[in-house]
């Protein structure tokens, strides 16, 4: 579909939209504006092609909110930038970043929002991004398991990632959020939870809790939930962190695949 002259190509029903904009170049405010919503209606969007450079991809970035680098031993600064750091993967590791499902960050207190993925050199095969649409998860929930989880608010914990890292730091403290949040565009309703990072409702123990996650974990990988995201060379994700899981494909052994991120904090709606 073409709004407002830019063109936006949905994936599915449920979460993905391609844009064809060259983000090289400055566009008036009504174009970011328009970027913006497209994310909020479809939760990852993807422009091809793009030849940016470190100034210009960060120059983007900032028309959608403050730009960081969060503090990480696994995804470090690119060349000490306060801006983009970089995921690298080289040929002899086996393991990857981001290998499972998983919303970034949702053990903080205040999760960032929109985080950005811009390929820089990919391998031959492999390596691509899955993603999911909570929102549309939430909205094919039956009414009674709706009611059921709306008011609740789930603890999140890193102490199951960190506990696999060889850094010796400590856990971050437990927070809770939402179960079931509003967005703060249009409203809508989505499912905050995952695979990750959820480890039980508040007031709930870990084993009264677990059957129910368990389910919203299966439910919530149906295929009619997701798109699959391909890279190539130049190619740029911009998601919303807080109603989407992603999942980054490790099926390229052998091969270099090097992506640069940039954060974009907002204020936190939960």
Known sequence: MRKNGLAIHPLNDSVGAEIDLDLSTPHEDWVYREIRQA???????????????????????????????????????????????????????????????????????????????????????????????????????????????????????NARVQAKMTDGKPAQPDVTHPVVARHPGDGHRFLYVNPAYTVRFDGWSEQE???????????????????????REGSLAFWDNYQTWHYATNDYQGERRVMHRIVVESDPFF
């Open 39 to 157: 994310i909020d209606a479809h939760g990852v969007v993807f422009f091809r092609d793009q030849n940016l450079d470190s100034e210009q991809y960060a120059t983007f970035a900032r028309h959608f909110g403050k730009t960081i680098v969060p503090t990480s031993d696994i995804i470090p600064a690119f060349n000490g930038s306060s801006e983009i750091a970089e995921v690298r993967k080289e040929p002899e590791q086996t393991r990857n970043i981001g290998g499972s499902w998983h919303t970034d960050q949702a053990f903080r207190p205040a999760p960032y929002w929109g985080t950005m993925l811009l390929a820089r050199e990919v391998p031959d095969y492999g390596g691509d991004t899955l993603f999911i649409g909570m929102a549309a998860v939430y909205e094919a929930l039956s009414d009674g398991l709706k009611q059921t989880l709306d008011g609740l608010r789930a603890v999140h914990s």
């Open 209 to 231: 809790s677990q059957g129910l996650l368990d389910y919203l974990f299966r439910f919530a990988q149906r295929p009619e939930f997701a798109c699959r995201f391909r890279w």
